[in-house]
Each structure stands twice: as C-alpha cells, then as structure tokens.
C-alpha cells in the first residue's frame, strides 16, 4: 500500500500434469502450464492469495503457486522444490538511522530491479548475518568478543566478516564429533573462497572517496606497503628486484583438467568482479562498466611472461590468464601486483584467476566478447586416450568461437610437432576460422612474442628446438 492506493496484479493459466521444472523450462510463461504477474516496486506492503480452480483437471500436479525473483526466472534458476526470491529494502533519507558501535552511516543508491534508482542508508563496514548495524545495540556479540581478542595485525589486514568466518570454520575443525567437522578439502574451498573475495581493508573504509584518484591512491599505498613489508621478511621476494622467486612457486608442469577442482567462480560474465582485478579502471564495485571487458585471454598462461609483455604492448586493453595450477596463479598475482608498485601506472590493465577454462569459459566472457585468444605449450597428452584432456579440440573450438568476436583471433604454438598438427588441424576443419596469412603474420606483433614471450618458449629457444604456430581468425558462419 502507497498514499492508501491499492495495487492488485494477478494472472490465469491452464496446464495439466506439469511438473515444477517442466514448467518452467518453456521459454515463456504467458499462461499456458504457467503464469507470472510482477509485484509493484514502490508498495511497502502487499498480500498475496492463490486461488486454484481443479475442476476436470486429471492429477495435482500443476497446483504450484510461488514467489520468485525475476532474474532467476528469466534465467531458469531453480532447482525443485526450491526456488531463489529476493527482497530490497531501503532506508529512506528522512529516516533516522543510528549504526551500532558508532559506525558511520552515509547514504548510497541501490536498483529496485526496475531501472529505478533509489537512495538508501548504509553504516559503514560489514557485519556478521547474526547481528544487524542498524540498531543501537545490534552489533553482534560473539563478534564484540572475538575481536577484542584478536591481534591488532590481524585485524588490521582483514574485514570482520573475514575473521570471523575464519574464525568459525576453526571451531567448527575443532568440534569433537567427527561428522560435524569438515573434510580439508572442504576448509580449503571455504579459505579460498575467503580469500578470492578480499578487498584491501583500507580500500574499504575509505570506499566513499570523492574521486577516482583518491581511491587509487590508497590502494597504491596498501599494495606498497604489502611490497615493503613481505621484502624484509618473505624469503620468496627477492630483495634485489622485489619480484617474487619462482623456485618457491614450482608446481607439477600439468593437471588433470578433467579432475574435480574446488574454486569460486562467477555465476556468469556479469558476476566476475572487475574492481578486484583492475582497482585502476574500476575503484569500486559500483563503478564497474559494461563499455570495457577484458579483451585478450591467455589460457594456461603459466608464469605469466605473456601477459607482462603484453600489458605494456595494450596498455588501454584489459587482459587476463587463467590458469589451473594454484601455485602458478598465485606467483602470477604476486608478480603483477610487485611490477604495478616498482612501475606505477603500468600492468593495471592485466590480472590472473584460478579456473578451469575447459569447463568455465561460458562463466567469464560475454558473446563476442574477447578479441585474441593465447594457447601456449599446452599439454600435448600424448596418449590417444587422453587426447579429450587437450585444451584445443572439435568441441572447445565452438566454445572459444562464442566468446571471440568476428575478426578476433586464436594464437597456439607447441614445441610437440604432432600436437602442433592437431591443432593446426582442428583449426583448419572448424567452419568458423580460417588461417592468417603470411603478410598478416608478419604483420601482427603478437605473433612475435609467441615464440619468445614465456618461459617454455624461452627453454625450447635455447635448445635449439622447432616450434609449430597455428595462427586463425574468427569468421562469420556464412550460411
């Protein structure tokens, strides 16, 4: 109810023997098996009532009446008996809202899921689901207690929402009873999912910064910091270049791509969280824009000679690796973030994620999204019933296709000649690529690096070995 005006949506339909999922998976929900009516935005207040006419219906099976967010329907999110629902409330200005423990309170927009823009408060920082900031005495107390004990170094590198589900998980390991404590794969999905999601503290609680330089310059003395302290006292940072040392990244030069990995990943290319990988081009969360993308991906991209060589090459381009191995991932993000402080306002337009790019490229890229793509010395998987684990094959080619945009380009390049022509193969035979020409090798500067660039690259120089390139555009299916 608004102003003592009275909203009543509603919708029909007819169906017989549907079930739940079978219903929602048409395309359409118009008022055959299913129907849907939206609920007005601007009500403070609303009642539902279903009403269910069975008369000459053979079975009960259509007798399904539910709330459900719209984004989910739209995009068939659900999972029967369940289905997600959302609610947004907000804090108009007039009203008075006091935070908890003092917290500053300051007033930002939020979408209403109508294009409509609404001013709301929020107290600063973040709290645990136990407790509310805004009431007086809302603050949880188990949080209180906790962080009264907790080192100041700690604290001061984390959120309290971090510590805390730290802190939990901790308890939950040390709980007598063995079928309530979790599995260490289980610890670590949830410390990795932890640490993928931090924000720099400072960052955050200066995250009302009146300009886009101000936010970038505390994030510049957070990351110098960082880079200050781990020289003095992390043997893996090299005192003389303050990059880190590889020796202490080594991993097994290939995985099992095919195996159960445990990481976070984005639900889709809207939920990849570009302020965390590209603090320079988006300060915030909210700042994110759907005019840049991130254009080139190097998938298996190693230690990253690539990307750094590539950074400076593009420097308005926005470039990621993917890579599988965690140690390499992480010696890959410790190196960009050493080379962003020694070389400031360079490598801000390049960043690395953990993933499986054979199984979540949909995740991270748009259609027609990115405009090179980078296979570098993959794994040749020699045995023939291995070739399925080979990252360039008939099926991954139509994949790669969606996400490049038409004129983008497939760069691989192998020291194994019979892999070279698998690829080279592969390429060839799919209706959607044709090879470059040699002027247009000649031409493209990438294409240089390609030999030279990475480490393995570097290796099979020096040996003296053959390297076999499959260089291809992505085309226009002519039909």
């Known amino acids: 109810m608004r102003n003592n005006v009275s909203s009543i949506p509603g919708c029909v339909t007819s169906c017989n023997n549907a079930t739940l999922n079978d219903t929602l998976s048409d395309q359409n929900c118009v008022g055959f098996r299913c129907c849907q009516a939206a609920i007005p935005s601007h009500l403070k207040s609303y009642a ?36 997600p629902v959302s609610l947004v409330w907000t804090l108009a200005a007039s009203d008075q809202v006091t935070c908890c423990d003092n917290r500053t309170r300051y007033m930002r927009k939020v979408d209403v899921f109508d294009s409509t823009p609404v001013d709301t408060w929020q107290c600063d920082g973040r709290w645990s689901s136990k407790g509310t900031p805004y009431l007086v005495d809302g603050c949880d107390e188990q949080e209180r207690r906790f962080m009264s004990i907790a080192d100041s170094v700690v604290i001061k590198d984390g959120t309290s929402d971090e510590l805390l589900m730290v802190a939990n998980l901790a308890m939950r390991c040390l709980n007598f009873s063995g079928k309530y404590r979790p599995t260490m794969k289980e610890v670590a999905v949830e410390l990795e999912t932890i640490r993928a999601s931090h924000v720099p503290n400072k960052v955050q609680t200066n995250i009302r910064a009146e300009t886009t330089s101000e936010v970038t310059s505390l994030l510049s003395m957070q990351l110098e910091e960082k ?31 095919l195996s159960d990995s ?33 254009e080139f991906a190097d998938v298996g991209c190693g230690f990253g000679g690539l990307l750094i060589s590539l950074a400076t090459l593009f420097p308005d381009t926005l470039m990621i690796g993917m890579e599988l191995r965690d140690k390499v991932t992480e010696y890959v993000k ?88 698998w690829m080279k193969t592969c390429l060839e035979n799919h209706p959607m690529f044709e090879s470059l020409t040699e002027e247009e090798l000649e031409a493209d ?28 555009r992505r085309i226009v299916l002519k039909l």
Request: proline share 8%.
């Open 48 to 83: 539902v009532t279903f009403t269910l006419d069975v008369d000459g219906v053979d079975g009960a099976f259509c007798w399904y009446s539910f709330l459900m967010d719209k984004t989910s329907i739209d995009q068939r999110r659900l999972s029967d008996p369940f289905v």
């Open 227 to 257: 880079v200050a302290l781990r020289d003095e006292s992390n043997p893996c940072i090299s005192k003389s270049t303050r990059l880190p040392r590889k020796r202490f990244y080594r991993a097994r030069a290939h995985s099992n791509p």
């Open 262 to 294: 445990h990481f976070p990943v984005p639900i889709s290319p809207q939920h990849f969280e570009y302020s965390l990988h590209y603090p320079h081009f988006f300060p915030t969360p909210d700042s994110c824009s759907s005019t840049k993308k991130i």
């Open 334 to 421: 410790e190196r960009i973030l050493a080379l962003r402080v020694s070389n400031p306002g360079q490598y801000q337009n390049v960043s690395v994620v953990r993933t499986n790019s054979m199984k979540y490229i949909p995740n991270y890229f748009e259609k027609s999204q990115l405009s090179k793509m980078f296979f570098l010395f993959p794994d040749p998987h020699f045995k023939e019933k291995n070739h399925r684990r080979r990252v360039i094959s008939p099926f991954l080619l139509d994949e790669y296709a969606y996400v490049i945009k038409p004129g983008g380009i497939i760069y691989t390049i192998t020291d194994v000649e019979e892999l070279g022509e």
């Open 445 to 472: 500067p990438v294409v240089k690096l390609l030999s030279c660039a990475t480490e393995e690259g570097q290796k099979v120089s020096r040996n003296e070995g053959q390297t076999f390139k499959a260089v291809y």
